[in-house]
């Protein structure tokens, strides 16, 4: 039995020395006790740490450390570091020294601290750093030798700091760099070589920058850039920019009156401007733009489409268009004699325009369509002979146009595969917007509802509850056949508010009769009429009958 317990004592003994214990000697804090694994993360303690190096750290995060708890000093004990993350540090300043004992390390994320100025050659203690991200750390200066010694980065970001410039050779160190982000800082210019040796760069983010002028040959030296974002960017008003192969390009909000593109792109986003000029030069690789809220105009359109062969989504929806382009509209300046059509085009949307009707023949409305949205506009009328070469529409959206008439049954069986359909907000006449509902209903077609907490002064009173929520479409449902449709106006509702109307009219003229009759008001009345039709010669009689009358009221009112 002893000999048992000495064996387990020795294996605990055994487990419990490979333990490193959690205070050296001298009372210092061991850092491989707290970090025993290849993660590491320390927030605010003021403590004191042992000079024992932990090999085994390869990720440390350090946050919301004031300036004297964790210091620079803690990478000493770290050699193995691979990536450092400092979040919420009171950090003034980076310096090579600080740097050199994790000279291993690949990706450095700053975040949250006061560094202000990036000097000469401060990384260049780790020249094998990939990833390097100092976003919202108050930086307004950065030396044009800063990244000097880099030459593996592959992602910097520098966003939400308060830089007003960038010296035009600060990125030349860069060739390996992939990503950039510059957004949200204080650049109204960009040099014109700021970019000459970042050949590799593929995203660029200048969004959020209060830009003046961008010149045309800025971007012109990268050959592999894919993604741009110009969004909010102050008041340009006119850009010019030569882009070989980008595939996403954001211009939102930055208040663009004309904008020419020596290239091309897959996917524009222009919305929120003042456009009313806009030329690309590729323009078979355009896939989707989205052009809402600008001043483009149905020639400013025709011009635009031609040529867009592969165009899948189009948003012109809040723009000044008064009609559609039709086919030998749109000729650019060159005369091109191309054919105008859209073969690709699947999704349309020009809600919010001035259209008062759909042509008869339009390019712009494909047989591919699958979504099309004509809603608020100034349509007072729709064929749906119109809309028979759509033969794979899918959504139609009507809603806060002028039309009161509409052939819904044939829309129907022209379109069997339509499953979203928008009517509301129109002066239909009286009960037909009723019967478009269970028509449609029935059929599988859903019917959008008008938003909550609107009532239109031109619907009819009859449709003022329709499209009617899931209880009142089942209550609906279960309606027998036939009370519904006594009247084509009238509703189950209106026939039973009249019969309790009549009811209690009814009521209240019984009330009436026994009033007057207890108040002895129709004898009176029935005397009158008896003394004018007798003549003259009863004169006498009436009046003693009428004496006869008051003393009987007389009596009464003395008796009560």
């Known amino acids: 039995m002893h000999l048992y317990i000495y064996l387990l004592l020795g294996f605990c003994g055994l487990a419990v020395g490979d333990v490193p214990a959690v205070y050296d000697a001298t009372g210092r804090l061991n850092l491989s006790a707290i970090c025993p694994g290849s993660f590491c993360s320390l927030s605010d303690r003021s403590v004191a740490y042992s000079a024992t190096p932990d090999l085994q750290v390869r990720e440390l995060h350090l946050r919301n450390c004031s300036r004297h708890s964790i210091t620079w000093l803690v990478l000493n004990l770290t050699p193995g570091l691979r990536t450092l993350v400092i979040r919420n540090c009171a950090t003034y300043h980076i310096s090579t020294e600080s740097l050199r004992p994790v000279a291993n390390l690949t990706s450095l994320q700053m975040q949250g601290t006061s560094l202000g100025v990036l000097r000469d050659r401060i990384f260049t203690a780790v020249p094998r750093l990939e990833i390097l991200q100092l976003s919202q750390n108050f930086i307004h200066t950065v030396h044009i030798g800063a990244f000097k010694g880099l030459s593996r980065l592959r992602l910097l970001g520098l966003q939400g700091n308060g830089m007003p410039e960038i010296l035009a050779s600060t990125f030349d160190p860069l060739v390996e760099l992939v990503h950039l982000d510059l957004s949200r800082n204080q650049l109204t210019t960009l040099p014109q070589n700021i970019f000459a040796k970042n050949k590799k760069l593929q995203t660029l983010l200048l969004n959020g920058n209060p830009l003046r002028t961008l010149q045309p040959d800025v971007l012109s030296s990268l050959p592999n850039l894919r993604v741009l974002d110009l969004g909010h960017v102050g008041e340009l008003e006119v850009i010019t920019l030569d882009l070989p192969h980008v595939q996403n390009l954001a211009l939102e909000g930055s208040s663009l009156s004309s904008l ?127 809309l028979r070469s ?84 089942e209550a609906q449902k279960q309606d027998p056949p036939g009370v519904t449709g006594i009247h084509p106006y009238w509703t189950l509702r209106d026939i039973l508010a009249f019969v309790t109307l009549l009811v209690v009219m009814l009521i209240l003229l019984m009330n009436l009769y026994h009033i007057l009759e207890e108040e002895g008001c129709l004898r009176r009345f029935r005397h009158w009429r008896r003394s004018r039709f007798h003549g003259p010669s009863t004169s006498s009689t009436s009046r003693n009958s009428a004496r006869r009358l008051n003393e009987q009221d007389s009596e009464h009112s003395s008796s009560e």
């Open 260 to 386: 020419v593109i020596n290239g091309g792109f897959i996917k524009l986003q222009a919305g929120n401007n003042e456009l009313n000029h806009l030329q690309v030069g590729n323009k078979s690789a355009v896939i989707e733009m989205d052009l809402h809220g600008n001043l483009l105009d149905g020639n400013n359109t025709a011009a635009l489409l031609r040529g867009m062969w592969n165009l899948q989504r189009l948003d012109l929806s809040k723009n000044v268009i008064e009609a559609l382009p039709l086919h030998g509209s749109g000729f650019d300046a060159s005369g091109s004699q191309e054919l105008f059509i859209l073969p690709s085009l699947k999704y349309l949307n020009l809600a919010n325009n001035r259209l008062v009707r759909l042509p008869p023949e339009s390019p712009i409305l494909s047989s591919h369509l699958n979504s099309l949205d004509l809603s608020h506009n100034l349509m007072l009328t729709l064929d749906v002979e119109i």
């Open 390 to 473: 759509l033969a794979v529409l899918k959504a139609l959206f009507l809603e806060g146009n002028r039309l009161n008439a509409f052939d819904y049954q044939m829309l129907h069986e022209e379109h069997q595969d339509l499953t979203e359909l928008a009517l509301h907000d129109n002066p239909w006449s009286p009960g037909l917007y009723r019967k478009m509902f269970l028509y449609l209903t029935d059929r599988g077609v859903h019917l959008q509802a008008r938003p909550q907490n609107r009532v239109l002064n031109n619907s009819s009173r009859v449709d003022i509850d329709w499209p009617p929520n899931e209880s009142q479409a």
